[in-house]
């Protein structure tokens, strides 16, 4: 998938504030500092897309950004520590359960995960929740320009055997680099397929 263009839409806290729910919608969700800005702007070869910043919890609204003018981009905030008050943390839990819960063109969530670092049990937490919840989701590990080869495929390995406690077989999952732009291609052509199949279904 080429990106022609990647605008803002707009910010918000209320999911009935979202825009219409008319086009395949894939939400971009992890940890506070898990790389989830730098990855959305690898993505979309837009390097200010996503405001990034080195302090966990910048993102604090459901952001959409439309991509090709043909299907949604939506930036969550992330979970676990943000410099930020328990009211608010809470509040951020409640409307991202209510997005994930009650937005019908979610087609698929991208869970962020830190490959340098062991499973987090808030992590398998959350996926499970997805898992218990019906909700599609895939698994994209961030950051991996920063470890070896050895230690990225070691770290992998324990994911893998964390996730086979809970699941028949591991979801879909996607190795990358804000920095190299591992990873990228896979995870457009998987977007795309979706699309497509999307668009089969409605025609």
């Not at 302090?55 to 979970?79: A, C, M, R, S």
């Not at 996730?163 to 990358?176: A, G, N, Q």
Request: glycine share 6%; charged share 25%; aromatic share 12%.
């Amino acid at each position: 998938m080429v990106i022609h263009s990647a605008e803002f839409v707009i910010s918000n806290t209320e999911v009935d504030k979202c825009p219409e729910p008319n086009k395949p919608e894939y939400a971009f969700i992890g940890r506070s500092n898990v790389g989830k800005s730098s990855l959305i702007n690898m993505l979309t070869d837009h390097k200010k897309l996503a405001k990034t910043s080195g302090k966990p919890g910048k993102t604090q609204l459901i952001n959409h950004f439309i991509i090709n003018g043909e299907w949604y981009l939506v930036d969550l905030p992330g979970y676990g520590y943000a410099k930020t008050s328990k009211t608010n943390r809470k509040k951020w839990g409640i409307f991202i359960e209510e997005y994930l819960l009650t937005r019908e063109n979610l087609l698929n969530t991208f869970i962020l995960l830190d490959s340098r670092l062991e499973p987090q049990k808030i992590d398998i937490e959350f996926m499970a929740w997805c898992g218990e919840q019906g909700l599609p989701f895939s698994m994209v590990f961030t950051k991996t320009d920063k470890l070896s080869k050895v230690a990225l495929q070691k770290n992998l390995a324990a994911y893998k055997r964390e996730m086979l406690k809970y699941w028949d077989e591991i979801p879909p999952f996607f190795v990358t680099s804000s920095v190299s732009a591992l990873g990228k291609e896979e995870v457009m052509s998987y977007i795309a397929e979706i699309n497509e199949a999307y668009q089969d279904a409605e025609a």
